[in-house]
């Protein structure tokens, strides 16, 4: 068990509609980020908060937004849904900001999502 | 920028047969280099890291030794049990990026 705690496991969803991911940090932690990954992409990088605050963008979608709020859980919002949005989201996070190159980053078991 | 090559899988072998899986990467800088596994409907485990040239990284009985020279981060486990069936990652990070993964290999392991 990383610590990283994602709901839900699964969702199902249509086309256009709207979801909101959710994902709680270790304990401690400040860092959360977002990866997405896809039979055709692999693993993305999307996005990273450290304490509340946007620290580094990836290749996120300007339909896909997110937050970290001040008790650091963090949620993964993704509007206007396309089949293509069908993916595994895993939330990471880890204790620092994410500048050290050996920081490590304890994965959540993500969240499945699939627009039908 | 960032760029991480796997071989593509899945491998299959055999128990206790050796295993290796390429990974080739090109980055600026000196980054550290990561071999991530993902068990069946689990999230993504550190497995091993080296942080310079000439590190070797290891556990649970998997290395990897960081070559500059080549490019290469490949892993490798003399003698492979079931319970490694997974999907492996190699990945980089240098100074001020993200964590930049390969496409990951499958592993599977018959008795």
């Known amino acids: 068990d990383s610590g990283v705690t994602q709901t839900p496991k699964h969702l199902i969803t249509a086309t256009g509609q709207r979801v909101t991911l959710r994902c709680s940090p270790r304990?401690?932690?400040?860092?959360v980020y977002w990866y997405q990954q896809s039979l055709d992409q692999g693993l993305q990088f999307l996005i990273q908060?450290?304490?509340?605050?946007?620290?580094a963008k990836g290749n996120i979608l300007e339909r896909f937004s997110a937050q970290q709020f001040p008790d650091l859980h963090s949620e993964l919002n993704l509007s206007s849904l396309e089949l293509g949005d069908s993916a595994l989201y895993f939330c990471?996070?880890?204790?620092?900001?994410?500048?050290?190159?050996?920081?490590?980053?304890?994965f959540g078991s993500g969240t499945q999502l699939s627009v039908l | 920028g960032n760029s991480v090559t796997q071989m593509e899988g899945p491998v299959t072998l055999s128990e206790e047969a050796f295993l290796t899986i390429n990974c080739t990467y090109t980055?600026?800088?000196?980054?550290?280099l990561f071999w991530y596994v993902q068990y069946p409907g689990e999230g993504l485990q550190l497995l091993l890291k080296?942080?310079?040239?000439?590190d070797k990284g290891s556990n649970k009985g998997f290395e990897a030794t960081y070559r500059k020279e080549t490019t290469s981060f490949h892993l490798e486990k003399g003698s492979v049990q079931v319970s490694d069936s997974a999907v492996y990652f190699c990945?980089?990070?240098?100074?001020?990026?993200?964590?930049?993964f390969g496409g990951g290999t499958r592993l599977m392991v018959k008795p």
């Open positions: 080296a942080t310079k040239a000439d």
């Open positions: 908060y450290y304490n509340g605050e946007e620290r």
């Open positions: 990471a996070s880890s204790g620092g900001g994410g500048s050290a190159t050996n920081e490590k980053l304890f």
């Open positions: 304990s401690g932690d400040l860092s």
């Open positions: 980055a600026t800088g000196y980054p550290s």
């Open positions: 990945a980089l990070r240098n100074a001020g990026n993200m964590l930049t």
